[in-house]
Each structure stands twice: as C-alpha cells, then as structure tokens.
C-alpha cells in the first residue's frame, strides 16, 4: 500500500525558514514527486516537482528562489525547504507521487504551515 | 498556462448528470488531469491523460478533450460524489490547476 506521510510543520514567523518532510512506503521510492499548497478555504496549488533520481527541479514563480525542493532516495524521503517565509505562504503541505501523464496518483494527508508574528 | 475551470459551483441531486469544463489559454494536447477532493480530505486522482480512468475509480465517472478544452462528466451522481473537483495541466511546469468546482446537493 502506498503511504505518504508529511511532518514537519508549525508555526513560523514571517522571514524565517522550515523544513517538511515526506516519508514514503508501499513502492520503488526512485519516481518524480511533487509539493502541491492548499491556503485555507482556497484551492491548489502546485509548486515543485522533482526528478526520481534528484537530477531536475521544478519550480513555481511564487516560491522560485526561496524554496528548495531535494529527496534522499536512501531514506525514501522528501523534503521541501522554504526560506523567507510571507504570510501568504500559511497552508497545508501536501506530498504526492508521480503518476501517468505527470499526474498525481497518490497524495499524503498534509502537514499545516502558519507563517505568523 | 492559465487554467479556466467552470462552473466554480454547481447544485445537482442524486442521479443527476453533471459536467464540468476546463479550458486551457494553449494547448496542453492530453495532459489533463482531474481531481476530487472532499472537506479535510487530500484530493484524489480520478481521470489522468484527459480521459484515462484512474484504477478503482467508478465508471460513472468520465472526461474528455484534447488541445484546450476538457469535460469531466459524472452520470448518475451518488451521495459520495459531492465534493470539489479539480482540473490540472501536466503539459509544462508550473503545472497549474483549475480553480475548483464545488459539487453540493
């Protein structure tokens, strides 16, 4: 069974950094993943994507250059490192596996991130 | 590439068929995918390459299209089908998404 488990968030105050994670079982971890955003009440976001083997990042212009996308393949872990921290970044963190067509076939329940003083 | 989803809302009930669309400002050729998501829920994959049916997902559920214009139709809506449903383009990253349907009784 596929299982994708995010942790990792909390509360941050604006201008600071947080690392989340995603840890995954159930399949051959060496596959493209994704962080996909969701601010409270509102709809979704993508805004990485990286490679099976770590080689290409993707990015969104919201996040480009303050957020880092990277995975241990060794760890079957995922990590979205963000820096600079705004406000608007509050949301829940969700985690998913690549699937056909560059589609999302499996998705973590999410970790809450709250950019806040 | 901007995603254009409607309707952002739609009141439908039990049995209805319902269809909602999705348009894309380039073509995006088949990549496509929909998603539902319930309240404090993950979303779900349901439809990937615009009209391939995810495994384990109904048959009632189906979609369409290619280029710039995509449908997802669900025939004889049930009670666990109302939900908000997402379109999202895999074409060319960001790979953006609609801005959601909220399916309700």
């Known amino acids: 069974e596929v299982q994708l488990l995010e942790s990792g968030g909390g509360l941050v105050q604006p201008g600071g950094s947080l690392r989340v994670s995603c840890a995954a079982s159930?399949?051959?971890?060496?596959?493209?993943m994704s962080w996909v955003r969701q601010a409270p009440g509102k709809g979704l976001e993508w805004l990485s994507a990286i490679s099976g083997s770590g080689g290409s990042t993707y990015y969104a212009d919201s996040v480009k250059g303050r957020f880092s996308i990277s995975r241990d393949n060794s760890k079957n872990t995922l990590y979205l490192q963000m820096n600079s921290l705004r406000v608007e970044d509050t949301a829940i963190y969700y985690c998913a596996k690549g699937g056909a067509a560059r589609s999302s076939d499996y998705w973590g329940q999410g970790t809450l991130v709250t950019v806040s003083s | 590439i901007q995603m254009t989803q409607s309707p952002s809302s739609l009141s439908a009930s039990i049995g209805d068929r319902v269809t909602i669309t999705c348009r894309t400002n380039q073509s995006i050729n088949i990549f496509l995918n929909w998603y539902q998501q319930k309240p404090a829920n993950a979303p779900k994959l349901l439809i990937y390459a615009a009209s391939s049916l995810q495994s384990g997902v109904p048959s009632r559920f189906r979609a369409s299209g290619s280029g710039t214009d995509f449908t997802l139709t669900i025939s004889s809506l049930q009670p666990e089908d109302f939900a908000t449903y997402f379109c999202?383009?895999?074409?060319?990253?960001?790979?953006?998404f609609g801005q959601g349907t909220k399916l309700e009784i």
């Open positions: 159930g399949f051959t971890f060496n596959t493209a």
């Open positions: 999202q383009q895999s074409s060319i990253t960001p790979y953006s």
